[in-house]
């Protein structure tokens, strides 16, 4: 357990909003006329944009002086239709949209929606795949950590700390790269398996241990050293946006946000899958072994030394499988019919060609079960879940995502409400909001 930290002095005084809740009239300032007994309160516009980066965001804020009475999102400026695009690609072919909604940690993406497809038909993975699946997730674990510590410290007027996580950030990249031919968008995974496997396992071996023991270790203290006594960023943090534990079981909260503020659920190990469970090899291989990082405080402090910590704990996660990748077939069997033949049979073989173009053509390809599931991984920013209805076909009736951030969002607005409009990008860091999960 990360210590407990000193929070800031309670607010001299409590602001009350408005009687109506979440509906000011947004174009105008109709709302504050005739209303003499807050002759100091305007409303300002924070938006339409993410503040760091693309896709959009917007706050409407009530101000007393600088301080927020209220904040008011507003989302719904991207449309992008993912959930409809999936009644229209089959169950592999989705993973490309899928790994477009959390963009800061695709492989992420990719390997929650076919855990889910794979609960649906049942399918269990072998011990190569799980292995492989595990230290990609870990590594995307990783690489969202790096950006949401670094930008934080960036809003805040630290450079430097932007800096150390993003360097390290490209290394990651290049391992995807290595391993599925794509840096950002991999793709990676397939129902039943992955796309193709390790290109040279003693070169991607060679660079994750350069990434884990000797990189990171180095980035982290580089971190450490900037901020954690840095009395600038602690005193803008501390105290900042604090949730309290029932505040976030009550909002649904997950992932490093819940984690900080003292609630432990980890799907990992709560709700285990890949090697994260016992006997995931299915001839007795133990669990990894791995700490669930938490604080108590519920500050914008708190969250970002849970994310630290995290990081070291998935780099600890790695170094336990990657010296140990098990060899033998990476993908399911091709007798069970969701497997492309391999490319020798594809060329060489009449009953290779026929089983390719059966799995590509429309109105072909596999089958699935009528019904309907729902499962979920740990995502870097909390439970990344797919609910999947089947009618039988090779494509889903209907997809549902649980994203971390969409559920997230909800107590943005809360967390604002008596701070200072300074404070609002301090929260916002420290949430580490990846807009492209609010409008889907």
């Known amino acids: 357990m990360i210590g407990t930290y000193n929070a800031r002095l309670a607010m001299p005084y409590t602001l009350t909003p408005l009687e109506k809740a979440y509906d000011l009239e947004i174009e105008t300032l109709d709302e504050l006329k005739g209303r003499p007994d807050v002759p100091d309160r305007w409303i ?29 999102p507003h989302i719904g400026y991207l449309h992008s239709g993912f959930e409809k695009l999936a009644e229209h690609q089959n169950y592999n072919q989705w993973v490309c949209t899928a790994s477009r909604m959390d963009y800061v940690s695709p492989i992420m993406n990719d390997i929650a929606w076919h855990h889910a497809v794979e609960k649906l038909l049942d399918i269990n993975l072998t011990p190569r795949c799980k292995v492989i699946r595990t230290i990609l997730s870990e590594l995307g674990r990783i690489q969202n950590h790096l950006l949401c510590v670094g930008a934080a410290a960036l809003d805040l007027g630290a450079f430097t700390g932007f800096l150390y996580g993003f360097n390290e950030r490209e ?3 290049d391992i995807i790269d290595f391993v599925s031919g794509q840096r950002f968008h991999p793709d990676y995974t397939r129902v039943g398996g992955l796309k193709n496997d390790l290109p040279c396992e003693e070169t991607f071996r060679k660079m994750v241990h350069n990434f884990i023991d000797e990189r990171m270790p180095k980035s982290i203290g580089d ?121 020798d049979a594809v060329y060489n073989t009449i009953e290779g060609t026929i089983q390719q173009f059966e799995m590509i053509m429309p109105n072909c390809g596999f089958e699935s079960p009528v019904g309907e599931s729902y499962s979920a991984i740990e995502g870097a920013n909390g439970e990344m879940g797919f609910f999947i209805v089947s009618a039988g076909s090779d494509k889903p009736w209907r997809v549902a995502p649980r994203p971390c951030s969409f559920i997230n969002f909800q107590v943005f607005a809360k967390m604002f409400e008596g701070h200072q409009l300074a404070d609002l990008v301090a929260i916002l860091g420290s949430l580490n909001i990846i807009a492209a999960e609010l409008d889907r």
């Open 44 to 72: 300002l516009n924070f938006g339409p944009q993410h503040p760091a980066t693309h896709t959009t965001l917007r706050l409407v804020l009530e101000l007393d002086g600088e301080r927020i009475v209220r904040a008011t």
């Open 171 to 173: 290394h990651v990249y």
């Open 223 to 343: 971190i450490e050293t900037l901020l954690n006594t840095n009395r600038i960023f602690v005193d803008r943090v501390e105290g900042i946006g604090t949730i309290t534990k029932e505040e976030a079981t009550g909002w649904s909260l997950t992932g490093p946000l819940a984690r900080a503020s003292g609630v432990t659920r980890d799907l990992r190990r709560d709700e285990p899958y890949l090697c994260y469970e016992d006997n995931w090899d299915d001839q007795g291989a133990k669990a990894v072994e791995f700490k669930v990082p938490m604080a108590t405080t519920g500050d914008c402090l708190a969250r970002y030394h849970v994310r630290l910590e995290e990081i070291k704990q998935s780099c600890n996660i790695i170094s336990q499988l990657i010296d140990d990748i098990p060899g033998g077939p990476l993908n399911v069997t091709a007798g069970s019919g969701i497997k492309m033949p391999e490319k």
